[in-house]
Structures are given as structure tokens and as C-alpha cells.
């Protein structure tokens, strides 16, 4: 059974920190890319970063780079998406999600398709 188990979310003070985490089984880790999106109430899903299954290649959205960082423990089967200089409009849903990032003859850092999803974890950051 295929299973991302998202964790980390909590409240924080706006210019605080966050770890989230998303702990893989059921499918082979390091073959697929991973990604976290983040939905707020009334928006639209976001996706904020991803990084590559088997090299570690990384993607960041621009409203997050420079502020969040994913990185991935293949040993553990983890991904975490380090969050700082949090803000309110940070205030998500933070979901993890895996697939291939292979389309066609391209790869991307992205999944392309995305047959895995977590729970979300929710994030709320204060003002």
C-alpha cells in the first residue's frame, strides 16, 4: 500500500520556522519525484517545491525560493520542506505528492503525473 504521511504543521509567528515531513512507503522512493503543494481557504493549489528522486534536483516556486528549502533522506524515504521567514500568506494546507517526472522523452524536476497523494498538514502562521 502506497503511503505519504505528512507531519510538521502547526501555528507559528510570522518570521518564524517550520519542518514539515513526508514519509514515504509502498513505492519505490528514489524513483520518484516528490513535490508540496499548499492550498489556502478560497485559493487556488500551489505547488511550492519538488525535488528529483534520484539525483536530488531541486524546483522552487517564486514566491517561496529563498525562504523554503526541500531536501530528501533516501535511507529514510523522508522529504522535508524546511520553511522560514514565514508569513501570512504562507497559511496553508501543505500537502506531499509523488510521480514520475518523466513526460515523453523529457524530465523534469516536477512529477508530470501525480498518482500519490499525503493528507495535508495544516500551517498557520500568526501576524
Known amino acids: 500500500e502506497v503511503q505519504l504521511q505528512a507531519s510538521g504543521g502547526g501555528l507559528v509567528q510570522a518570521g518564524g520556522s517550520l519542518r514539515l515531513s513526508c514519509a514515504a512507503s509502498?513505492?519505490?522512493?528514489?524513483?520518484?519525484?516528490i513535490a508540496w503543494f499548499r492550498q489556502a481557504p478560497g485559493k487556488e493549489r500551489e505547488r511550492v517545491a519538488c525535488?528529483?528522486?534520484?539525483?536530488?534536483?531541486?524546483y522552487y516556486a517564486d514566491s517561496v525560493k529563498g525562504r523554503f528549502t526541500i531536501s530528501k533522506d533516501n535511507a529514510e524515504k523522508t522529504v522535508y520542506l524546511q520553511m522560514s521567514s514565514l508569513n501570512s500568506e504562507d497559511t496553508a494546507v501543505y500537502f506531499c505528492?509523488?510521480?514520475?517526472?518523466?513526460?515523453?522523452?523529457?524530465?523534469?524536476?516536477?512529477?508530470?503525473?501525480?498518482?500519490?497523494w499525503g493528507q495535508g498538514t495544516q500551517v498557520t502562521v500568526s501576524s
Open positions: 525535488i528529483t528522486g534520484s539525483d536530488g534536483v531541486t
Open positions: 505528492a509523488a510521480g514520475l517526472s518523466k513526460s515523453g522523452s523529457h524530465y523534469y524536476t516536477c512529477p508530470q503525473t501525480i498518482p500519490y
Open positions: 509502498g513505492f519505490t522512493f528514489d524513483a520518484y519525484a
